[in-house]
């Protein structure tokens, strides 16, 4: 292999930080050369950021192609990207993913998308294939290019239009081996992660569009991310905020029902402002949300309707529950203008008295006694407001979103709140896109079964996002030594003089020889430049060769995750370099 020389790299780094970059990783990864912007959402992955990449994908192909349980083991295959759109109509995700499908039509006027996620032709390939349950159980995957029309990309690539994505799907002839699959994935995610350099916890996941029950993700816990989760430091509950439980305990039941009563409340429309104004905990108070709320239909049309969710004061509404209490595909959170536009009493609005409205109570508000609620006047509260004499709600159920403080369900511990990025997610099917695409097989008594399916996803560029958020200092990337674009930066001082061009090319040769890969600056630059550049790329190791360290028969190296520079002999060098690497 040729080394890398720095004078024909063909990216450069950039002296100016990107005006819309979003976070610290995402302005190291543009300054240093390694992506560049194209469009929002998109981006081109110049050499060095491209190697990465590529090291990414053979520690995640190693990890998928490891044998597991009864001869598992990943084959990689590889599909289109171009999808009719009838797969995507035959598991109704046209709808349930309609915002995100990049579609297109063809010269004929057949219909498009470019897959988003792959299980539909996975299972329709399968079931050209697989008869007997001889050939189970079964694991596919591929890394390909997925297009997902996200209406709000961000964090550089934390948030693609386009990106990479790992996706392995499972196929087990009962829930049993679907089990043995998941857990096998899952173990496999752990140790990908970990080998990438990347901290991540498992949590309890949403299904969303995916269907199916048992649900994964694994989350990078940083400030910076949009995903809460809720930790429980006694028992080890993780469990994303979209699904958590907690204790859910009602502070008022007991209280005998009181008379309604109107009180005035002048300009109080908040929770807060009405809690303080009466001396009360806003426990006490039931506040009123409103949704739109679309359905599908079968003529793939969507019914719009306007939903009021009514929650204890002190609560915020689950959108992920409530969606699925309702059965909706869509929910859009009516801000104050909506609701008033929609005829409702912003700030002052309640399930009393509303007539042809659809209501959703959590279960714990229809438990409370004597509560305060809008009185769907202006400036007008009620007090003592009792569910069933004063109200009914058409759906009762939790959808209660968790926070931190609130007790653990296991053991009653109160649990912290984070944030995080979701790196990966594990998925137990079921047979929902077996059954809809009629992938059956024979088992051994000569029945027709569908095959019970898991599927498995890494974004790869996020997870490069993430390796370059948690690996860096101010002067730039600090690349585990694994994934590198390069093992070492060779920083030639004064190249312009024969000798010490030629001790640089004699040691770069060397390091080549024993395996190395080698980044090389023989740029006519000052060392201050070069110093600079080589922090902000980040590999391992920075070689110095220079006249003065050549006078001195040695040459300098420096550790980019900390240390002292330090001269070692020339002769030693490349044993030298190996060690540090090694270490
Ligand atoms: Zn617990």
Redesign the pocket.
């Known amino acids: 292999m040729w080394p890398m020389r720095m004078s024909r790299l063909f990216s450069k780094t950039l002296r100016e930080v990107p005006a819309d970059a979003e976070t610290e990783g995402h302005r190291l990864l543009v300054r240093s050369g390694m992506i560049t912007p194209i469009a929002a959402g998109v981006y081109a992955y110049m050499p060095l950021g491209l190697r990465v990449l590529h090291g990414i994908q053979s520690i995640i192909r190693e990890e998928m192609d490891r044998e597991g349980p009864d001869g598992r083991a990943g084959q990689e295959l590889l599909m289109s990207s171009l999808v009719p759109i009838e797969f995507y109509e035959r598991s109704g995700r046209d709808q349930t993913m309609a915002e995100i499908l990049f579609r297109l039509t063809d010269h004929h006027d057949r219909e498009f998308a470019l897959g988003p996620t792959h299980e539909e032709v996975f299972v329709e390939v399968f079931k050209r294939n697989v008869q007997s349950y001889r050939d189970l159980p079964l694991m596919l995957y591929q890394i390909a290019t997925k297009f997902r029309d996200e209406p709000r990309p961000r964090g550089g690539l934390i948030r693609l239009r386009q990106f990479t994505m790992k996706d392995l799907y499972s196929f087990d002839a009962d829930q049993e081996g679907l089990d043995v699959s998941y857990q096998m994935m899952f173990d496999a995610y752990v140790r990908v992660f970990e080998r990438c350099g990347v901290p991540v916890i498992p949590v309890l996941a949403d299904s969303g569009a995916m269907g199916g029950n048992d649900t994964h993700e694994f989350l990078y816990l940083t400030e910076i991310g949009e995903d809460r989760c809720l930790l429980?430091?006694?028992?080890?509950?993780a469990a994303n905020a979209e699904v958590a439980t907690f204790v859910k305990e009602p502070a008022y039941a007991d209280e005998e029902p009181k008379p309604l009563e109107e009180i005035d409340t002048p300009g109080l429309t908040t929770i807060e402002a009405l809690a303080d104004h009466l001396g009360v905990p806003k426990s006490k108070t039931c506040k009123a949300v409103f949704y739109t709320a679309s359905y599908g239909d079968e003529h793939g049309g969507a019914r719009k309707d306007p939903v009021l969710v009514a929650i204890r004061g002190d609560m915020d509404v689950n959108e992920s529950k409530l969606r699925n209490a309702l059965g909706a595909i869509e929910l859009e959170y009516m801000d104050e203008g909506a609701v008033t536009r929609a005829g409702f009493v912003a700030g002052s609005a309640s399930a009393v008295g509303l007539e042809n409205m659809k209501v959703v109570a959590d279960d714990l508000v229809v438990q409370e006694r004597n509560l305060v609620a809008g009185a769907n006047k202006p400036d007008k509260h009620l007090l003592n407001v009792n569910h069933d004499r004063d109200w009914k709600a058409d759906i009762v159920a939790d959808v209660a979103l968790a926070a931190g403080g609130m007790l653990?369900?296991?053991?009653?511990?109160p649990?912290d709140e984070r944030r995080g990025i979701e790196m990966g997610q594990v998925f137990k099917l079921g047979v929902k896109y077996s059954e809809a695409f009629e992938a059956f097989f024979l088992d051994a008594e000569g029945q027709q079964r569908p095959a019970v399916m898991g599927s498995y996803g890494i974004g790869i560029e996020r997870l490069l996002a993430a390796i370059v958020e948690d690996n860096r200092d101010e002067a730039g990337i600090i690349w585990p030594r694994q994934l590198a674009p390069y093992d070492v930066h060779l920083v030639g001082l004064q190249v312009e003089k024969p000798e010490v061009r030629e001790a640089a090319e004699t040691l770069v040769a060397e390091l080549e020889s024993a395996g190395l890969s080698v980044l090389y600056d023989d740029r006519e630059e000052s060392p201050g430049v070069k110093f600079n550049d080589a922090d902000l790329l980040g590999m391992p190791l920075r070689v110095t060769v220079s006249p003065r360290n050549l006078d001195k028969g040695s040459v300098e190296l420096r550790r980019r995750d900390g240390g002292e520079n330090e001269l070692v002999a020339r002769d030693a060098a490349v044993d030298e370099i190996k060690a540090r690497l090694e270490s």
């Open positions: 429980c430091p006694k028992c080890g509950y653990c369900s296991n053991c009653q511990t649990m």
